[in-house]
């Protein structure tokens, strides 16, 4: 069985739409996949919560209680191997994790680390990527799911989902329309992946 461990900071609505896309594919018969746990680097993430209630196992790790990122990264990694079986090393999804993760601990999961990001790659890497877009005049925005390289929102590209940017739009209104997307096209990629295993 090959153990999916999704890495989340907030909401977890992609989290969600990840452990529901695998029980209603039932993910477990059709490519030996699981979503065994979530884990927080904030205790009162909401996205925790709403794992519970779906019946998967989770877990906080505050990133302050660390005297450094390399301590934080190191901790975090013997949590997500815990959850490693003799034939497969976790699939490690990063969902809304808010951190930059250290090179040590990206080339330690390199090829089975993926995460989403709020535009279209290799435009507006970073944060505010809403904002952004529509001070820079595009007339498209979206998601974008690749592997986790080193250089930050710079892997390969796995999947894009497109919208448009509407005359007036603000970066809330912009930022729900992708995140739509983003609920489609993160467990569509997640697929591919677990076909190409």
Not at 89 to 101: D, E, H, K, T, W
Not at 134 to 153: F, R, S
Request: charged residues 20%; neutral net charge.
């Amino acid at each position: 069985m090959k153990n999916i461990v999704i890495l989340i900071s907030g909401s977890g609505s992609n989290m969600l739409a990840i452990v529901q896309a695998a029980k209603r594919e039932n993910w477990a018969a059709k490519y030996q996949a699981r979503v065994a746990a979530v884990i927080s680097n904030k205790a009162d993430a909401k996205g925790l919560a709403l794992a519970e209630r779906e019946g998967i196992a989770t877990e906080a790790l505050d990133h302050k209680a660390f005297a450094s990122r390399e301590a934080f990264d190191a901790a975090l990694a013997q949590r997500i191997d815990r959850h490693a079986t003799a034939e497969a090393p976790p699939l490690v999804l990063l969902a809304g994790f808010m951190r930059i993760l250290t090179s040590d601990f990206v080339n330690h999961y390199a090829g089975r680390l993926v995460n989403i990001h709020p535009s279209l790659l290799p435009a507006f890497a970073g944060l505010n990527t809403h904002q952004r877009a529509i001070d820079a005049g595009c007339k498209v925005a979206g998601a974008t799911v690749h592997l986790v390289t080193p250089e930050l929102d710079h892997g390969p590209i796995l999947a894009q989902a497109v919208v448009p940017v509407l005359q007036g739009d603000t970066a809330d209104a912009l930022a729900a329309r992708v995140l739509t997307q983003e609920h489609l096209i993160y467990p569509q990629a997640v697929v591919k992946l677990l076909q190409n295993q």
